[in-house]
């Protein structure tokens, strides 16, 4: 098969080479899928420059977040059989023909989504809806601020909290985002480069704040001057590069709680609350109120993943960005 293959860290996705590999010889107890789809992922062009916390072994075939066929069932598990569309998160490498898998971290493919919608579910979908859900405790009818509302997270943020019936201001970047914010549910746009941002959103909360914040960006001293009383500002990451430093007295003038969300450590340390997180995902995916989108063009062939990792670190694209690893359906 053909694979994107890491052999020794490099300087950026310009260097990616794609290779003819073994197929991947999955263990009993793994699937063996075919990859239709890839989400390329800012933390792909981390990985393979040997500056993420996960530091594979070389050889490596980079890329995590996949969409594709099971074509092998794993022994023991009723559950997803050859045929089954799947999706899910890999360590043996995405950017593939094939990956192998274990069985806990694929999911069935809603009926309502395609291949490449599929492809960027599994990590940015559940970690919104856990941080306005679990951590924030969102209400009906509250205002949410989502920062970098255009991208992964914001997208699936902004979706999330109107079906939980919340007023929703998305923050980008740049003002060619709005359109694509409004077109995902936003009720408003504010663009965090313009001066003025924060009192932008006081105003259209007529003076009183927002109660929620979600922050995949790192604007959490920012953000508490648009806070209501009694908001909550969840820190989803740091897309921006740095990591803040808060002064502790402008929580306490509000009362403002400032949490966390680690989606991917849930499955450690809160298993119960995986499957609780995807029924309710699932039932919004049938419903029709969340839809994963899908950045154009999607980038067809392996050779096209440095474009797309290209595209991701010039800050230019919107939604998931989605590589297709075959650009005809591969033989076994
Ligand atoms: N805590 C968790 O469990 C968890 C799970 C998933 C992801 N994350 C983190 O959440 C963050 C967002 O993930 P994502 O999948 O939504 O990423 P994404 O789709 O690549 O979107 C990131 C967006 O951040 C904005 N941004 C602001 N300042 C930036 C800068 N200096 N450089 C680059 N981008 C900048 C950009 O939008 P604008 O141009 O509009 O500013 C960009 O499109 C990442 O840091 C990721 O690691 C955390």
């Not at 593939?96 to 806990?104: G, H, N």
């Not at 694929?106 to 859900?133: D, K």
């Not at 309710?280 to 096209?304: N, W």
């Amino acid at each position: 098969m053909r694979a994107i293959v890491v052999k020794s860290w490099l300087k950026g996705p310009d260097d990616l080479e794609v290779k003819d590999v073994p197929m991947p010889a999955p263990k009993d107890d793994e699937l063996l899928v075919r990859v239709d789809s890839v989400g390329a992922n800012f933390f792909d062009i981390l990985t393979i420059q040997g500056k993420y916390q996960i530091k594979p072994p070389f050889p490596f075939i980079p890329g995590a977040e996949f969409s594709g066929t099971v074509v092998r069932a794993a022994v023991g598990d009723g559950r997803l059989k050859p045929g089954d569309r799947v999706f899910g998160s890999t360590d043996s490498g995405a950017y593939a023909e094939y990956t192998s898998v274990p069985p806990q971290q694929c999911l069935p493919i809603p009926s309502t989504l395609s291949f490449e919608q599929a492809a960027g579910l599994y990590i940015t979908y559940p970690t919104s809806y856990a941080a306005l859900v679990l951590r924030a405790a969102l209400r009906s009818g509250e205002w949410v601020l989502v920062h970098a509302a255009a991208g992964g997270v914001g997208v699936a943020a902004l979706q999330i909290a109107k079906a939980l019936g919340a007023k929703v201001i998305a923050a980008v970047g740049s003002d060619d985002k709005f359109g694509i914010c409004s077109a995902q549910g936003a009720d408003h746009c504010v663009n965090y480069r313009d001066s003025a941002w924060t009192s932008k959103v006081l105003s259209l909360t007529g003076g009183r704040g927002v109660d929620i914040v979600i922050d995949p960006v790192g604007l959490v001293e920012k953000s508490l001057t648009c806070a209501a009383w009694n908001a909550r500002i969840v820190v989803v990451g740091f897309a921006a590069g740095t990591i803040e430093k808060i002064a502790a007295n402008r929580i306490l003038l509000k009362n403002v709680a400032v949490t966390g969300v680690h989606w991917g450590a849930y499955a450690k340390n809160e298993p119960e609350r995986v499957p609780e997180v995807w029924a309710a995902l699932f039932k919004m995916a049938e419903r029709g109120q969340i839809a994963p989108v899908v950045y154009d063009p999607v980038f067809s062939g392996l050779d096209r993943a440095k474009d797309a990792l290209r595209a991701i670190a010039s800050r230019a694209t919107h939604g998931k960005v989605v590589v297709k690893p075959a650009e005809t359906q591969p033989k076994l």
